[in-house]
């Protein structure tokens, strides 16, 4: 990615329903409406072409999971090449019978795969049962790259993961991107409700800041019950937003369906990683206990 080069980025912020005909035309409409103004990169929420179904724990769901490549992966990369655009895109992918992963598949302007990346952290809390559905990514943290520049895709959970950012990073990502599918268990208080909201963006600027990286997260919104009545079911608040290399705001949504285009200067990146050269001076010969679960 050339340093002087502003980024377009369009954000497709949506709510789901059970129909996945319905999901991808709304998400093709927004496609169209974003290329026409500018966009040359597209990111979509997690989990896009369904409800988010890990609120319980049913087998017959994994029929839910798409082969990749396949008719899904078809589907998007006609749309990227309709449109000429980078796209990524957030599948329950079937690998074998009984092995599925939650894999993020990036599509390049030409319509081509440019790369995917299997969810590595897996969460397993009342309401977000994604141990029982998906084994943990095994592509490791490799960037992808695309025509707009190399980005270090990750998922959801993994947002909470500053070891998957810095590895993004290392490895040469130009910026951090997280398809998100999380919102607010109704059960909780308002209190506890905001500071779960409030962590969450400030942990993810915070991997913008330390890494000298721009972070461009997409959440999904809307309610959605849980079919098995244990929860109230979850709010997802939302809230998608992109950060600057020193995790200033550059753009937040609201709670309501959005589409958006922001411009991400990436020349910023170079510059603040001269006046904060966090790489030049990390300790790697004094890290050696981060390989452990914990250090008794």
């Not at 994994?62 to 490549?69: K, Q, R």
């Not at 200067?265 to 966090?278: H, K, S």
Request: aromatic share 10%; with cysteine.
């Amino acid at each position: 990615m050339e340093n002087n080069k502003i980024l377009k980025v369009g954000i497709i912020q949506q709510s789901n329903t059970a129909d996945a005909a319905d999901n991808r035309r709304r998400i093709a409409e927004a496609v169209e409406r974003l290329a026409r103004q500018g966009a040359k990169l597209i990111v979509n929420r997690e989990l896009h072409d369904s409800l988010y179904f890990c609120q319980t724990e049913n087998v017959d769901l994994c029929s839910l999971a798409v082969a990749i490549p396949g008719e899904a992966t078809d589907f998007y990369s006609e749309l990227a090449r309709k449109h000429g655009v980078v796209l990524v895109t957030s599948l329950f992918e079937r690998r074998a019978a009984g092995l599925y992963h939650n894999t993020a598949v990036v599509f390049d302007a030409d319509g081509s795969i440019a790369g995917k990346y299997r969810k590595m952290h897996i969460p397993d809390d009342p309401a977000y049962y994604e141990k029982f559905y998906f084994t943990p990514g095994d592509l490791g943290f490799e960037p992808i790259d695309t025509s707009v520049g190399r980005l270090g895709v990750l998922v959801c959970w993994d947002q909470w993961y500053p070891e998957a950012a810095r590895l993004m990073a290392l490895r040469g990502a130009e910026i951090l991107i997280y398809p998100t599918a999380i919102g607010r268990e109704t059960s909780d208080t308002p209190d506890e409700q905001a500071r779960q909201l409030d962590a969450w963006v400030t942990v993810q600027r915070g991997h913008a800041v330390a890494n000298g990286l721009p972070v461009v997260t997409v959440n999904r919104c809307g309610f959605e019950p849980d079919p098995s009545g244990q929860t109230r079911g979850i709010e997802f608040w939302g809230n998608s937003f992109v950060a600057g290399p020193q995790g200033e705001l550059l753009y937040r949504a609201g709670e309501a369906e959005t589409e958006d285009i922001i411009d991400i200067p990436m020349t910023r990146c170079e510059q603040v990683r001269r006046w904060w050269p966090f790489l030049r001076d990390r300790r790697i010969d004094a890290y050696s206990g981060l390989t452990s679960r914990f250090l008794d």
